[in-house]
Structure formats: structure tokens, C-alpha cells
């Protein structure tokens, strides 16, 4: 079955059709929203706008791109655009809570729950920018077209939160913030 | 020895493994600033290899709910047994879904699918389709038939019928998807049903060890 084919159904409003292109492609909807968001609610409230949001617009999908690539990007944007909305901007030095290790935190064992964790514990902006960069593979140039900001800024945003993020799994005990020895 | 690097300055040298300059000279001559280094890339790389999530099981049932009366109506339902009995029937009626799935994913080559439309061609590829989507339809269907969710948990007789259930489900889409490997919408049906196989039987082998510890 081609995706043309199921993308047509769809779009004359085949039920069926449109549970199938679901069916392929909500695992990866799902995630990135959930990685962006930061949280369960909010991603569930998102995913659902984000499909709900693809449908009514499927008529604009011109096929130049694989639907998964187009759904992907529709997905980030719902995303940022809730972020946005809900007046969590991405903040630029943000006063986060301190960070303190997950009690099981052990460096050698970097577990897929603690790093879902301390993804949690980001601030918005930072993880984000961690999330498009690190998780998704987008280019600096991608992540600040996304967030409207300059390429610089993307650059060393990344560079502050996969420090944060470090701080999370292993706070800094023989180093400080400044680069010093203790 | 001059200052160590901070976290973000070795952040910055991760993207830039060519750059020269006063951190990556302090870099290549610290064991510290090394080890910090190398625990960095193993966070990125770890962060690269997360796996995808599961979306709610009634995400679909929501997102169907606020799309309204846009949509048409859903295929014609599979009769699935009422009864909470399981019936062996069943799973030979989902291995013969299944088996007419495959003749219809053998049809629907995407050479054929890149014909050139004729009104002929066209004709028979909307049978096609219309073919598929009714047995993708059906799976989904019988996938929500029968017992699930909280009250699945609390029955034995239940839970044992959801894992038959989806036993059947298994054999029958790893049959279809042998002729039919790439398909991605039978693909992530199956890996949903592999999923919930394994939630559910890892929650009645927990129960069971529960019980077992009563006696
Ligand atoms: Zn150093």
C-alpha cells in the first residue's frame, strides 16, 4: 500500500485512512511532542492538537516531502507554538530549580528513566534546543529558524543545556560553574 | 595548571573536534577535562539512542472524537465474540483477516501504485485501496474488541483471554507481514500488539508471584 494512496483516503475523509496514517506514525508524533513539552499531560494535549491539526490541514500537504517528515515538522511546531503560548518562552539564562542528581545516579549506568528525567528537569529553552539538536538530529540552522532566533544563539543555548544536563546526572563536586578546581 | 574548562566550554568542543585554540590544547593535556569530556559524549549518545514512546491507548478514539462529523464512517465491524470467553474460532478468523490482507498487500506494489492513471487502472486501484483500508480497519477493530484495560488486571480469566488475544493477533500479523515486510502501518500495529503482549504479561507473572507468596 503507498502512502499516496493512503494520503488521498485521507484526505477525502476516509476514517480509515487517516487511523492508518496514525497507526505508522504516532510513536514518533508522540515522542518528540513528549520530549519537547516536558511533560505527560501537556504531551498528550499536544500529540492530539497535532493530529487533529494535520488533518485539517492535509489538503496543504503537497506530498513534496514523505507525510512522516511533514507530520514531524507539524509536530515541533504544535509544540514550541503551546510552549509559546502558555507563556513558558525560551528562557535564555533561566533561574531553574538546583540541580540535583536522580538518587540512583551512577555514570556508568546512564539509564533511559534518568535521562528521561533530567529532560524533564530542563528548563523549556534548554530542552528544546537539547531535544531538537541531541535526540532529533536538527542543524542549528533548522532549530533557530524553528524558535526565531539567531544561529549563535541556538549554538551556545545547546552548550548550556547539555551542561545543565550534566549537572543533573552528575553534579559538579571536584569542578564549579567557573571551571575551577574545588 | 591553569583553570579547568567549565561544562559548557567542554559542550562547546564536542561540536567542534577540529577547532584549535586555548580549551582544546587545555582539553588534550587534562585527564579531568578528558574524562568530563568523554561522559559528555556518552550523554549525547545515549540521548540519540532513546527510544520512541507510546502514545495513550485512546489517543486515536480522542483525536476521531474532535475530528466529528468531518470524517466518514468508520468500515463494517468484525463480529467478535460477546461473550468473555475466548473462542479458538476467533484467532483462525484473525489469521484469515490477515491472510487476505497479504493478498492485498501483493497487489498493491508501488510500481502498480505508480501506474499511470487511466480511468481503467484508477478504478481498480480505488478497489485496492478500498481492500486494504477495509482490512487495516478490521485489525484496529479487533484489536479494541474484547477485554482490556483496569479490568483486565483483576480478572485472571480476562487477562488470559487478552494474552490469547494477542497471541493470535502476533502469529497472524508476523504471517501477513512476511509477504509484505515494509508495510509500515501493519509494522507498528504489530510492534503496538508485541507491546501490550508484554506489559500484560509481565503484570499477571508479577500477580501470579503475589498469590504464590500467599500459600
Ligand atoms: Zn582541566
Known amino acids: 500500500m503507498s502512502e499516496a494512496r493512503l494520503l488521498e483516503a485521507a484526505r477525502a475523509g476516509d476514517q480509515r485512512a487517516m487511523e492508518a496514517l496514525y497507526t505508522a506514525h504516532s510513536g514518533r508524533v508522540f515522542t518528540v511532542v513528549r520530549r519537547l513539552v516536558g511533560d505527560d499531560h501537556l504531551a498528550e494535549d499536544v500529540s492530539q492538537d497535532a493530529w487533529v491539526r494535520a488533518f485539517e490541514k492535509l489538503g496543504s500537504f503537497r506530498g513534496e516531502a514523505a507525510f512522516g517528515t511533514w507530520m514531524h515538522r507539524l509536530a515541533v511546531n504544535t509544540a514550541l507554538n503551546r510552549l509559546r503560548r502558555s507563556g513558558r518562552r525560551p528562557e535564555v539564562e533561566s533561574a531553574a530549580e538546583p540541580p540535583t542528581a536522580p538518587p540512583d545516579a551512577d555514570e556508568r549506568i546512564l539509564s533511559q528513566r534518568v535521562l528521561g528525567q533530567a529532560l524533564d528537569r530542563l528548563p523549556n529553552g534548554y530542552r528544546q534546543v537539547l531535544v531538537m539538536h541531541d535526540v532529533e538530529g536538527m542543524t542549528h540552522e533548522e532549530i533557530a529558524d524553528r524558535l526565531g532566533v539567531a544561529v549563535g544563539t541556538s549554538k551556545s543555548q545547546l552548550h548550556k543545556a547539555r551542561a545543565r544536563m550534566r549537572d543533573l546526572l552528575a553534579p559538579p563536586m571536584g569542578r564549579n560553574e567557573a571551571g575551577n578546581h574545588a | ?215
Open chain 2, 1 to 215: 595548571m591553569p583553570d579547568h574548562l567549565s561544562r559548557e566550554q567542554i559542550a562547546a568542543l564536542l561540536d567542534e573536534p577540529e577547532a584549535t585554540g586555548v580549551d582544546r590544547e587545555h582539553l588534550d593535556g587534562c585527564s579531568e577535562c578528558t574524562l568530563e569530556y568523554e561522559q559528555m559524549i556518552r550523554t549525547r549518545m545515549a540521548l540519540s539512542a532513546l527510544p520512541d514512546l507510546e502514545p495513550p491507548v485512546d489517543e486515536w478514539e480522542r483525536i476521531r472524537a474532535r475530528l466529528g462529523d468531518d470524517v466518514s464512517p468508520i468500515g463494517r465491524r468484525v463480529s467478535a465474540p460477546n461473550s468473555t470467553r475466548f473462542r479458538p474460532l476467533w484467532a483462525a478468523a484473525v489469521v484469515a483477516l490477515f491472510a487476505a490482507g497479504l493478498g492485498v498487500g501483493r497487489q498493491l506494489s508501488p510500481t502498480e501504485d505508480a501506474a499511470p492513471d487511466t480511468t481503467a487502472s484508477r478504478s481498480a486501484s480505488d478497489d485496492r485501496t478500498e481492500a486494504y483500508l477495509r482490512t487495516v480497519a478490521q485489525i484496529q477493530e479487533l484489536r479494541r474488541e474484547g477485554p482490556s484495560g483496569e479490568a483486565v488486571l483483576d480478572d485472571p480469566s480476562l487477562a488470559a483471554e487478552r494474552l490469547m488475544r494477542l497471541d493470535a493477533l502476533i502469529e497472524a500479523s508476523q504471517e501477513a507481514l512476511r509477504t509484505a515486510p515494509t508495510d509500515p502501518v501493519l509494522n507498528n500495529l504489530l510492534f503496538d500488539v508485541v507491546d501490550e503482549r508484554q506489559s500484560l504479561a509481565g503484570q499477571m507473572n508479577r500477580s501470579l508471584r503475589y498469590t504464590s507468596v500467599e500459600y
